[in-house]
């Protein structure tokens, strides 16, 4: 992505999407040790504090993971997309234009970084008057890194 040329018609305003995802890593022998048998449930007794000692002593415990052993639950991506809006002879907003997505295991401060590599390389450098937007989900590490990468970008 860092060799790939910059587009030559840059648009008006500058779009820039990015979100986290968690890419599932269990194994199918960890799948299958997931999926055993139900638990009995609990006798229903007639108040609820034996009802609920009765439905903690059928949980069981849960093996503690030792050191060196990770979670299968799933492992962090960040996707960044961006594209460009350019505004027709009647006004209106046409686009997307050049819109590439990237997706990496990277720490998010990498990901943002580049976001801000190629803000630059498409004509929206630090500084610049042109528009650019900014559209994050509700991750606040998302938004404090690009609110000080891209201090003058309005957020979505």
């Not at 305003?13 to 048998?37: H, M, Q, S, W, Y």
């Not at 998010?108 to 450098?125: E, I, K, N, S, Y």
């Not at 559209?135 to 201090?151: F, S, W």
């Amino acid at each position: 992505m860092e060799q790939a040329q910059a587009p030559s018609d840059a648009g008006d305003i500058f779009v820039i999407e990015v979100d986290g995802k968690a890419t599932p890593t269990a194994t199918e022998a960890a799948l299958k040790n997931r999926r055993g048998k139900r638990r009995p449930q609990p006798l229903a007794w007639g108040c609820a504090r034996h009802r609920g000692q009765a439905k903690r002593a059928c949980r069981g415990t849960k093996k503690r993971r030792q050191p060196g052993e990770k979670s299968t639950h799933g492992r962090s991506m960040t996707l960044v997309v961006m594209y460009t809006l350019k505004r027709g002879d009647e006004g209106r907003l046409h686009g997307p234009i050049n819109t590439p997505v990237w997706g990496s295991y990277a720490p998010r401060q990498v990901m943002l970084a580049w976001a801000r590599r190629q803000a630059t390389t498409r004509g929206f450098p630090p500084g610049t008057a042109k528009r650019i937007h900014i559209v994050v989900d509700g991750e606040t590490c998302l938004y404090d890194g690009l609110a000080v990468l891209l201090p003058q970008a309005t957020f979505a």
